[in-house]
């Protein structure tokens, strides 16, 4: 399968995805502005990402400034998405689907005459019927009935047997509806993956029907409260954590832009520019190579030196090192039948251990040659000294590098024991300070095609 048919199949699992998250969040009912929703959010992220990223990676940016652009990224994202998620104080209007309707029993009273040991007596008794049944109950209770009446009281009567009372022939002659004693509760589904809830419908509403869409208004507040009729209400804060951060992040931002402007008064430019021609012309000439200047340079430099050095005495010099990794040779020096790896040291504050030197006789036993060479600016330890004569290690400390360099002559390392003048390790180009941040570093002219960096001493 090719790359470009493993990145479709990848685009086309992600789309997917997207779509299926947000058919889960929104269902049927409020899928395109969960659509809409998400992309808002995806589209924010990456804007944000891509800034934050491009800042921290800015190497003309001092700290502050960096610090000042990333907090205000993520402040006025975070208040972006709490004003998002605020609830609405008006009550927005969804359609819910109707799975079952609950309605209380709907009392029915009659009114009956019957003679009791030849008086007559008016009574009245209650039935309930569901809420479908009553009116025509009502219409079909007429005429006689079988009744019990409490002997004590015979306007008492029931249609049901008691216990003591009488049983009794009556003649109907009116009935009434009474309002029921509860109210309506209707199950539903807001969503198609959504558990059913419960409303209470006002005693005076329509009543729906099974499988019925019906037009409610939601709580945004409260997702289990709905209306009938539009609302309007004042609603509290929410997520105010969220509010309070983004809030810190922007005066975070304003304080470290602050920083960054008051130091930019005061600080010296960003880039020291390479040293003209005049300059050179200009400023006396060493008539010597002194340990001073051999440590003011850099470890390119000192590379670059030591091989110049090989060159005048004869050898055939290859550089190995640089920026990248050397495995142990910065420079192959040849000369007739004669093969001379070397390693330089520009150390300014650590002793050579014999775990360096160790180091070297395995690179000498891998790589080959004669002999192996390191050139150091600061002494051995006495083991590792001990370790060098053992194996075919040479080391040429700073005082024997000083004697040969100013025997060969000053003029010929001219160029390269300027600490101002810099270049590259990856690609030979001219090199710039950047003094912005916590550390000043040399960084490569050219980039971010080559991120060429060579750390100040």
């Not at 789309?15 to 998400?38: C, P, Q, R, T, Y």
């Not at 049944?133 to 019990?148: K, L, V």
């Not at 004590?152 to 309002?179: K, M, Q, S």
């Not at 960084?443 to 971010?448: A, D, E, Q, T």
Request: proline fraction near 7%; include cysteine.
């Amino acid at each position: 399968m090719s790359k470009r048919t493993n990145d479709f199949e990848i685009f086309r699992v992600v789309l997917v995805g997207f779509f299926l998250v947000a058919f889960l969040i929104g269902g049927f009912a409020h899928f395109a502005e969960v659509i809409v929703a998400l992309l808002v959010l995806a589209t924010a992220v990456v804007f944000g990402g891509i800034i934050i990223y491009f800042t921290l990676r800015s190497r003309s940016l001092r700290t502050p400034t960096k610090a000042a652009i990333c907090l205000a990224v993520v402040g006025l994202a975070l208040l972006g998405l709490w004003k998002v998620t605020q609830p609405p104080s008006q009550w927005p209007a969804i359609d819910i689907r109707v799975a079952s309707v609950a309605v209380p029993p709907i009392p029915v009273e009659f009114t009956c005459l019957h003679t009791v040991r030849g008086q007559s007596y008016t009574a009245r008794f209650t039935q309930t019927y569901p809420n479908d049944q009553a009116a025509a109950a009502g219409a079909r209770r007429s005429g006689r009935t079988t009744i019990f009446y409490n002997p004590a009281d015979p306007t008492e009567v029931e249609e049901g047997h008691h216990a003591g009372w009488v049983g009794n022939t009556a003649f109907i002659g009116g009935t009434r509806i009474l309002p029921a004693t509860g109210t309506p509760v209707v199950t539903y589904r807001a969503g198609l993956f959504s558990a059913q809830e419960k409303l209470t419908l006002p005693v005076n509403a329509p009543i729906p029907s099974a499988g019925q869409i019906v037009r409610v208004y939601a709580n945004p507040a409260n997702s289990s409260q709905f209306s009938l009729v539009p609302r309007q209400e004042k609603q509290p804060i929410a997520n105010l954590g969220m509010l309070v951060t983004g809030a810190l992040s922007l005066a975070g931002s304003v304080v470290f832009g602050f920083i960054s402007w008051r130091r930019r008064g005061n600080a010296p430019p960003e880039i020291t520019p390479p040293v003209v021609a005049s300059r050179v012309w200009n400023e006396p000439k060493a008539t010597v190579i002194t340990s001073e200047s051999l440590r003011a340079i850099d470890w390119y430099q000192f590379e670059q030196v030591i091989a110049r050095l090989l060159f005048r005495e004869g050898w055939t010099v290859t550089r190995k090192g640089g920026a990248k990794a050397d495995g142990g040779v910065d420079l192959v020096a040849q000369r007739g039948t004669e093969t001379r790896l070397v390693q330089c040291k520009h150390w300014l504050n650590w002793k050579v251990k014999e775990s360096l030197i160790r180091e070297l006789v395995g690179t000498l036993t891998i790589h080959g040659g004669d002999r192996i060479a390191l050139y150091t600016l600061n002494p051995c330890t006495g083991p590792a000294y001990a370790l060098a004569m053992q194996h075919r290690v040479e080391i040429v400390m700073e005082d024997e590098i000083l004697h040969r360099l100013n025997a060969v002559g000053v003029g010929v390392f001219t160029d390269l024991m300027d600490p101002n003048v810099k270049h590259c390790p990856i690609c030979e180009g001219p090199m710039i300070l950047h003094t912005g941040g916590f550390k000043p570093f040399w960084g490569c002219s050219r980039f971010p095609k080559c991120r060429g960096k060579i750390e100040t001493n």
